[in-house]
């Protein structure tokens, strides 16, 4: 990021900038329509706005609490010069994002994340446009073709592989479930396998989402807000962004392309196990425009592989923290599972289907602490009015899930609480129709995500394995006594830092999702004819993958 010391003409940049914005300010003023007023909000300092003091941590809170004080569930504020609107309600979302979607599915531009970084292959933040079209519907449809085929294969076999991992090394929960979701991705997009540690492809994903992580929000560099600068040279003074663009860029790069020349290979000799790749390359070949849509197919999987991975790890380990600490819980969904599947196997796809109290723990996580409490920003496209306020075109529109998802008046009272019950009816035998699935966990509109319902069934899978496998207890201090977690979480997708010493930047995506803060905890397995079936059910899995 360019530091401010390196801008030793950047005092006369901004002033030029400050003014610009300050006389369009001026004359939107006034042409806007009808004079109606924009969303209430803070309005922070002139022209610059809430630069200075938009909220770092946990924002999403922030902007609820602004809700309740200007007594609107859509509000606003700016940031140099860029008019922000936060929606806090399942109404407002579902009125702009739902049903007025061909006006709110376009994304802010992301200079820094799309034409430096070259993340412009990933329709997740493409503009609404006919190759985002293409892209989503391509994603839709293979998404449904593995939902039919292979996802319970693919989900069992890397479930059978935690269970075998957790038993060996429990203290080591964390990387297995991230080993859990990089090897069920990449089986079902490439019909790749990965190794239990230090995997290539895992790598590459860490370091081409670290790169989207910091930019991939609301405007997170400097040349985000002016754009022209992403014309300067590298060697140029406060150009650092540009060499660090450079290097994420690789590994942009490098995502979109590794796994599907190896699939590729595979398939050109015939050796590929069903996946996205192998069902792509079967139907496109021989097309007289097979060249183009191996690349949209090479797009595709790449979002496929980068956006599955850390938003089900923050889920499942959302679902241990809320293990540890509700005992109670974790007894009853044992219970639960134990009727339905018995003492003498796994869980299958089938056995669980038929739990409720299963259902209602998943949603709950999904509910309690969501994935990305602020959902990918949205753009306007042109001008809108709603409930009596003007929202101009080209405005970022960001949903905050986290407060719609403590909404008392959907899911019921004390929303801070975990209560797998608030989604079951009275006697606890069927999921409550009255009470929503926590859907806008995963984005909102068009925009929502085509992968969610994987998602699910994996999350399904994993937490039915590890309740039937083992208890989930908090870890011992030195003396002995319980150590029992905080409820404390990353801030996720949303980060402001204003300019310091050594940062001249705009809102920074700290990290793509929001995290559990490191716990320890431990996992007790539940019988010694469990420990024998995980250990010869995850050997056998091993057997087939090597």
Same mark, same amino acid.
């Given at each position: 990021? $360019?530091?401010?010391?390196?801008?030793?003409?950047?005092?006369?940049?901004?002033?030029?900038?400050?003014?610009?914005?300050?006389?369009?300010?001026?004359?939107?003023?006034?042409?806007?329509?009808?004079?109606?007023?924009?969303?209430?909000?803070?309005?922070?300092?002139? =022209?610059?706005?809430?630069?200075?003091?938009?909220?770092?941590?946990?924002?999403?809170?922030?902007?609820?609490?602004?809700?309740?004080?200007?007594?609107?569930?859509?509000? #606003?504020?700016?940031?140099?010069?860029?008019?922000?609107?936060?929606?806090?309600?399942?109404?407002?979302?579902?009125?702009?994002?739902?049903?007025?979607?061909? !006006?709110?599915? *376009?994304?802010?531009?992301?200079?820094?994340?799309?034409?430096?970084?070259?993340?412009?292959?990933?329709?997740?933040?493409?503009?609404?446009?006919?190759?985002?079209?293409?892209?989503?519907?391509?994603?839709?449809?293979?998404?449904?073709?593995?939902?039919?085929?292979?996802?319970?294969?693919?989900?069992?076999?890397?479930?059978?592989?935690?269970?075998?991992?957790?038993?060996? #090394?429990?203290?080591?929960?964390?990387? /297995?479930?991230?080993?859990?979701?990089?090897?069920?991705?990449?089986?079902?997009?490439?019909?790749?396998?990965?190794?239990?540690? &230090?995997?290539?492809?895992?790598?590459?994903?860490?370091?081409?989402?670290?790169?989207?992580?910091?930019?991939?929000?609301?405007?997170?560099?400097?040349?985000?807000?002016?754009?022209?600068?992403?014309?300067? $040279?590298?060697?140029?003074?406060?150009?650092?962004?540009?060499?660090?663009?450079? =290097?994420?860029?690789?590994? +942009?790069?490098?995502? @979109?392309? *590794?796994?599907?020349?190896?699939?590729?290979?595979?398939?050109?000799? &015939?050796?590929?196990? $069903?996946?996205?790749?192998? @069902?792509?390359?079967?139907?496109? @070949?021989?097309?007289?425009?097979?060249?183009?849509?191996?690349?949209?197919?090479?797009?595709?999987?790449?979002?496929?592989?980068?956006?599955?991975? *850390?938003?089900?790890?923050?889920?499942?380990?959302?679902?241990?923290?809320?293990?540890?600490?509700?005992?109670?819980?974790?007894?009853?969904?044992?219970?639960? !599972?134990?009727?339905?599947? &018995?003492?003498?196997?796994?869980?299958?796809?089938?056995? !669980?289907?038929?739990?409720?109290?299963? /259902?209602? =723990?998943?949603?709950?996580?999904?509910?309690?602490?969501?994935?990305?409490?602020?959902?990918?920003?949205?753009?306007?496209?042109?001008?809108?009015?709603?409930?009596?306020?003007?929202?101009?075109?080209?405005?970022?529109?960001?949903?905050?899930?986290?407060?719609?998802?403590?909404?008392?008046?959907?899911?019921?009272? *004390?929303?801070?609480?975990?209560?797998?019950?608030?989604?079951?009816?009275?006697?606890?035998?069927?999921?409550?129709?009255?009470? $929503?699935?926590?859907?806008? +966990?995963?984005?909102?509109?068009?925009?929502?995500?085509?992968?969610?319902?994987?998602?699910?069934?994996?999350?399904?899978?994993?937490? +039915?394995?590890?309740?039937?496998?083992?208890?989930?207890v908090k870890a011992k201090a030195k003396d002995g006594t319980d150590i029992s977690p905080a409820v404390a979480y990353t801030t996720g997708m949303i980060r402001f830092v204003g300019p310091s010493a050594d940062n001249m930047s705009g809102p920074l995506t700290e990290s793509r999702c929001s995290f559990p803060k490191p716990f320890a905890c431990d996992f007790k397995v539940r019988s010694a004819k469990l420990r024998e079936l995980i250990l010869e059910t995850s050997k056998a899995v091993e057997n087939r993958t090597s």
């Amino acid at each position: 990021m $360019p530091a401010i010391s390196d801008f030793s003409w950047w005092p006369i940049e901004l002033c030029i900038t400050v003014g610009l914005l300050g006389v369009t300010a001026f004359l939107y003023r006034r042409i806007k329509p009808g004079h109606l007023p924009y969303p209430p909000g803070p309005k922070g300092l002139p =022209v610059v706005g809430m630069m200075l003091s938009f909220p770092q941590d946990q924002p999403w809170i922030k902007f609820k609490e602004w809700s309740k004080e200007y007594g609107s569930d859509i509000i #606003s504020l700016k940031v140099l010069g860029k008019r922000i609107v936060v929606l806090n309600s399942h109404a407002t979302t579902q009125e702009l994002m739902t049903k007025r979607s061909a !006006i709110y599915s *376009d994304r802010p531009d992301l200079p820094m994340l799309n034409d430096l970084q070259g993340w412009n292959w990933n329709f997740g933040f493409m503009r609404y446009n006919v190759t985002w079209k293409e892209h989503r519907k391509l994603l839709t449809r293979e998404v449904q073709n593995t939902l039919a085929n292979s996802a319970q294969h693919y989900a069992i076999s890397a479930t059978r592989r935690l269970l075998g991992s957790i038993l060996i #090394s429990p203290e080591n929960y964390a990387a /297995h479930l991230k080993h859990l979701t990089g090897y069920f991705t990449l089986s079902i997009a490439y019909g790749l396998d990965i190794k239990p540690s &230090g995997d290539p492809y895992v790598a590459i994903a860490d370091k081409a989402n670290e790169g989207l992580a910091k930019a991939g929000s609301l405007p997170s560099y400097l040349v985000d807000a002016i754009p022209s600068l992403k014309y300067l $040279p590298e060697w140029f003074p406060g150009a650092k962004f540009k060499r660090d663009a450079r =290097v994420w860029a690789k590994f +942009a790069r490098a995502l @979109r392309e *590794d796994g599907f020349r190896i699939a590729k290979e595979r398939y050109v000799k &015939g050796i590929i196990k $069903p996946c996205v790749a192998s @069902r792509g390359l079967e139907r496109i @070949r021989g097309d007289s425009d097979q060249e183009d849509q191996e690349e949209n197919l090479k797009s595709v999987l790449g979002v496929f592989y980068s956006a599955g991975v *850390d938003t089900s790890v923050s889920a499942l380990a959302t679902f241990v923290l809320a293990m540890v600490l509700h005992p109670e819980v974790q007894q009853t969904a044992h219970m639960a !599972i134990l009727q339905a599947v &018995g003492h003498d196997r796994l869980p299958e796809f089938d056995d !669980i289907q038929s739990v409720p109290y299963l /259902h209602a =723990v998943v949603r709950e996580v999904l509910r309690w602490n969501p994935v990305i409490p602020m959902a990918i920003p949205h753009a306007t496209t042109t001008d809108d009015v709603y409930d009596g306020y003007f929202i101009p075109k080209g405005s970022t529109v960001v949903g905050n899930a986290w407060a719609i998802l403590r909404d008392e008046t959907i899911f019921g009272g *004390d929303t801070h609480l975990f209560k797998p019950e608030r989604f079951l009816t009275e006697d606890g035998s069927i999921l409550n129709p009255a009470v $929503p699935n926590p859907e806008m +966990a995963f984005g909102f509109g068009r925009r929502a995500c085509p992968g969610r319902f994987l998602a699910y069934r994996l999350l399904l899978i994993t937490t +039915a394995s590890l309740l039937h496998s083992f208890e989930i207890v908090k870890a011992k201090a030195k003396d002995g006594t319980d150590i029992s977690p905080a409820v404390a979480y990353t801030t996720g997708m949303i980060r402001f830092v204003g300019p310091s010493a050594d940062n001249m930047s705009g809102p920074l995506t700290e990290s793509r999702c929001s995290f559990p803060k490191p716990f320890a905890c431990d996992f007790k397995v539940r019988s010694a004819k469990l420990r024998e079936l995980i250990l010869e059910t995850s050997k056998a899995v091993e057997n087939r993958t090597s």
